[in-house]
């Protein structure tokens, strides 16, 4: 059976070409400890991890590519930001679309940091709800669960005029729209590799404005300053304890590539063709609640439901009888789900990705209709 893949938001597939091979390359050719070692192979490691630091430093326009550390995904990136970044007793603005890789270091601060939190759907309640203690907003760029898309620049401007930090998960939307760490103000910009940037799993990225200060919530070895006893406060190294990830990093790199490749414009107009598509199929379709963005504009993930079907069974048909594979449930957000008031019974979510094509939309289609006319 031929397999339809509509779950990117999960973790995009297939890679382009070029990301397996660099993944092969660097297990054979560069596999050795970067900057454990002044021998050939640790150098020449090092050196395509810095090649890799400088690709996403010119295509976020971050101005020291030294202040990227890599991580090993969102999570851990986000973690180190709201964790190591927002101080104690502080009041900070988030949304209802937060993945749990936010929420949940977001609670643990208000449970053992104290710090206050209130939660906005979009972007144009953030300023109304800054106090004299708000000090960061933390923003979820693109929902995973109905394609909300937070307006950056917007907010950026908002966190310039009254001085706050502006933590942004690009999660689901690096590799899909144009995000200008300076331009849009962003202090802190939390990445994660094996989606929309077409990476391996296991790699992320934290990128941080020069002015801003953050605490190591994570400590160990670093290759250098070997005689300290505490973590380096220097950049990369305070936030990168432990080897890094060699394969991943170049398969971060070779996605940055592929998608300069292809261009940014290019493969979100793709992604944008096809979304349209679906939501203007499905709307002629009866049965089916389709949870549509909170903004005008919509990422390439929407949310589903067809009455009387459980998520997760509607999930499992589409897998056995049709090949279709998407993602029911509650997609580790739970209070998006509160906000589209599924919050009970879950949705299944499609979410495309470059190498989807409007064939493979039509048969989606077709397979919804095809059950919806059994029921
Ligand atoms: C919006 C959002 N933030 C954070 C994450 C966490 O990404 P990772 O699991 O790669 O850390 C995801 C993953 O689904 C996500 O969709």
């Known amino acids: ?13 297939p890679k382009p070409e070029s990301i397996y091979k660099v993944v092969e390359s660097a297990m054979k050719e560069f596999n050795a400890n970067p900057g454990r070692a002044g021998h050939r192979k640790a150098v020449e490691a090092g050196r395509k ?37 927002i101080p104690q007793n502080s009041h900070v603005i988030t949304t209802n679309f937060e993945h749990n890789s936010v929420l949940r270091p977001l609670f643990y601060m208000q449970d053992e940091k104290d710090i206050k939190l209130t939660f906005v759907n ?32 917007e907010i950026g401007k908002i966190c310039k005029k009254h001085n706050l930090l502006f933590i942004l998960d690009a999660s689901q939307s690096a590799g899909y729209s144009y995000i200008d760490m300076e331009k ?8 994660t590799g094996h989606k929309s940037i077409f990476g391996i799993q296991g790699i992320g990225a934290i990128c941080i404005k020069d002015e801003i200060k953050i605490e190591p919530i994570l400590e160990g070895g670093t290759g250098s300053f070997s005689k ?11 936030l990168e304890a432990g080897t890094l990830n060699t394969p991943g990093i170049l398969s971060l790199g070779a996605g940055i590539d592929f998608i ?13 063709i096809l979304i349209e ?44 009888e049709f090949g279709i594979l998407v993602r029911p449930g509650f997609h580790c957000a739970p209070l998006a789900h509160k906000a589209i008031g599924t919050y009970e019974i879950g949705a299944v979510r499609f979410s495309f990705g470059y190498f989807n094509t409007e064939e493979e939309i039509d048969y989606a289609l077709d397979a919804l209709k095809n059950i919806t006319l059994q029921i």
Do not use: W
């Open 49 to 85: 991890i810095y090649e890799v630091r400088e690709k996403i430093a010119k295509f976020f326009n971050i101005k020291n590519s030294l202040n990227i550390a890599f991580t090993a995904n969102a999570t851990e990136s986000l973690n180190f930001a709201i964790k190591g970044g």
């Open 228 to 238: 300290l006893s505490r973590q380096p406060k220097e950049m990369p190294e305070m």
């Open 1 to 13: 059976m031929k397999i339809y893949y509509f779950d990117n938001s999960a973790t995009s597939s």
């Open 184 to 191: 849009h103000n962003i202090s802190i910009l939390c990445l």
């Open 277 to 320: 598509k679906f939501i203007i199929g499905l709307n002629k379709l009866e049965k089916i609640k389709v949870y549509k963005s909170f903004t005008k504009d919509q990422g390439p993930v929407v949310s589903l439901n067809i009455e009387g079907i459980d998520s997760g069974d509607l999930a499992q048909i589409l897998d056995e």
């Open 260 to 272: 300069n490749e292809i261009g940014l414009k290019n493969i979100k107009k793709h992604e944008d």
């Open 122 to 153: 979009t972007y144009d309640e953030i300023e109304k709800n800054i106090t004299s203690e708000t000090k960061a907003v933390v923003i979820n760029h693109i929902s995973n669960v109905n394609g909300t898309i937070q307006n950056i620049e």
